[in-house]
């Protein structure tokens, strides 16, 4: 069999398609919403070469149209996890055995798939059920998750080519293994390519993958799955199963060949789920990985010299794309007074704007903003939106009404408050409500010590200013605030291969999803050394007498 090292397809982005008025991406999209909202479908769990399908069939409806029920879901208990487990481990040795460029053309392809005849279905599975917009679900579910793919292929192939020197007479080696059992995915509602990353990326170098999805996100996990199976990865190798979380971290973290846990999601349950898997070291043959981004309190922070309508315009998109369903959302801003009346007549011109035209179903696809996920967030947030009415310490300047009538509704949401310890300055809300403290013009280090001690995150910021020394000095002041720094940008947005994601502190363990760190916590190196002609005496020659 011909062997030799070999050259993947350099990455490049995938480009983003903008679905204007007539053209044939939209054409195409338009009619797969329409036919996918249309029917009904049957999704059940997939585990090994099975599909499994349970008694308890539940229902999948559209945020922003909650009596539209989409598909009907089977959900699983212990049993079911257990069989995964199972699946998984018994695929485990063909699939690590597998020669690395077998795994990379499956996933080459699984890319190609995703920018080409599933890329309509996969917009329109987020878009019917997460309420994505359209632009919204291009850059997530086509774009990103295709970049996913692609770039994790040419890192896997640069980690693999990471050699040791040789010295004369010996040849060193490294093997990149993957590790020492399974993997367990836990996958976020609100990106369909996390969703799809999670699972992959150590499935790609050779692990095999338990994946449980948010309840919220199973309709395009679904689809993300059927993109799989067509791609070539075989069976067992990633297993999808909806159960309870109690009810999977009792299977899964008492495992002893359990190795490797790749979470996105809150940080009260990364927090318990590391606990747990502690509490739990002994029973396990290795020491587990343990991969998470978790919660933000994302900042944007203006100097004096900073440009009010930049500012304003990065509040109203970093604040309130996707409703504020973002662990990089903007949500709390520290405004100096020289500039705030500007920023804030140019804010509330983009909310009534939003309000009044761009604001309903993602369906009706010029909209820029929709429903948020489910009735247990939109409670959450009307909760914070009143707490913010009734308290001395606020006021809310635009938005500020909800409905979940129809769907799950809450308008995009801005709160001025004097209280720079106010909760919505410091908790996650998880939605389109952003907190708007404004500083004493000069007091500038007096913003930045509140940027830095008010929030336990440290996911995303953004500097505004003109002035380069004010830019260096928050720059460094604020090192430790963001593993995704901005500067005159929004905190959002993050491009695979451009900027990879992640935060410390409360925000996780900021091992940088689409990038060579991430992979690199999916091996376990084995150092080979050879010696070509080996000693036959024990003595050295500083022995001689």
């Known amino acids: 069999m011909p062997k030799g090292i070999f050259n993947v397809p350099k990455a490049q982005n995938e480009p983003v398609k903008n679905y204007l008025p007539g053209s044939p991406e939209r054409e195409e999209l338009q009619a797969m919403v329409e036919k996918m909202r249309s029917e009904v479908i049957d999704i059940p769990m997939y585990i090994g070469s099975e599909e499994i399908r349970t008694s308890d069939l539940r229902e999948f409806s559209s945020p922003h149209d909650h009596q539209r029920v989409l598909a009907k879901y089977h959900y699983g208990d212990k049993s079911h996890v257990e069989q995964a487990v199972n699946a ?18 499956i996933f080459l392809k699984a890319a190609d798939l995703a920018a080409g005849p599933y890329r309509a279905k996969l917009n329109a599975s987020t878009m019917l059920g997460q309420s994505k917009t359209v632009y919204q679900a291009e850059i997530d579910s086509a774009c990103e998750l295709v970049d996913f793919l692609r770039f994790n292929v040419e890192y896997m192939t640069q980690i693999y080519a990471e050699q040791p020197e040789s010295s004369a007479g010996i040849w060193n080696r490294l093997e990149h293994r993957p590790l020492e ?15 799809g990353n999670l699972p992959a990326a150590p499935a790609m170098m050779g692990n095999t993958v338990v994946w449980k999805p948010s309840d919220d996100q199973v309709y395009s996990a679904k689809v993300l799955m059927d993109l799989f199976r067509e791609a070539g990865v075989p069976d067992g190798v990633i297993n999808l199963v909806y ?75 970093g604040a309130f794309e996707f409703q504020g369903q973002k662990c990089s959302a903007a949500s709390r801003c520290y405004i100096p007074r020289n500039i705030w009346a500007d920023v804030e007549s140019y804010l509330k011109a983009d909310i ?36 913010a009415k009734a308290s001395d310490h606020c006021e809310v300047i635009a938005g500020g009404n909800y409905d979940k009538s129809k769907g799950y509704f809450v308008e995009p949401t801005v709160i001025v408050t004097t209280d720079p310890m106010y909760e919505s300055m410091q908790e996650e809300i998880f939605g389109p409500v952003v907190t708007i403290y404004v500083y004493e013009t000069e007091a500038f280090d007096k913003a930045i010590y509140l940027v830095d001690n008010t929030s336990p995150y440290a996911l995303t910021g953004a500097i505004f200013a003109t002035d380069r020394y004010a830019i260096e000095h928050a720059t460094k002041k604020l090192v430790n605030t ?64």
Not at 89 to 101: F, I, K, P, V
Not at 181 to 194: E, L, S
Not at 356 to 372: C, K, L, T
Not at 519 to 535: A, D, G, H, N, Q
């Open 88 to 105: 998984a481990l018994g695929a485990r040795t063909l699939w690590a055995e597998m020669s690395w460029e077998h795994r990379a053309s």
């Open 181 to 195: 059992g399974f993997i367990f995915a836990i996958t976020p509602f609100n990106f369909t390519a996390i969703a």
């Open 352 to 387: 009534d704007d939003i309000i009044s035209n761009y604001m309903g179903s993602p369906e009706e696809m010029s909209n820029f903003f929709s429903a948020v996920i489910n009735e247990r967030s939109f409670d959450k947030i009307s909760g914070y939106i009143d707490r």
């Open 243 to 317: 159960a309870e979380g109690p009810d999977a971290g009792d299977v899964v973290f008492n495992h002893p060949d359990f190795a490797g846990l790749h979470f996105t999601g809150s940080t009260g349950v990364f927090q318990h789920l590391w606990k747990t898997i502690g509490e739990n070291i002994t029973k396990y043959k290795t020491y587990p990985r343990i991969v998470g981004e978790t919660g933000g309190k994302d900042y944007i922070l203006a100097h004096k010299s900073a440009d009010a309508k930049a500012v304003a315009t990065a509040i109203t998109r």
């Open 482 to 545: 963001a593993g995704n720094f901005y500067i005159n940008d929004k905190p959002t947005g993050a491009v695979v291969g451009q900027q990879p994601f992640g935060g410390a502190r409360g925000s996780g363990t900021n091992d940088k999803a689409g990038s060579i760190l991430n992979l690199l916590r999916w091996v376990s190196p084995r150092m080979i050394k050879e010696t070509f002609v080996s000693p036959t005496d024990y003595k050295y020659p500083f022995m001689d007498k």
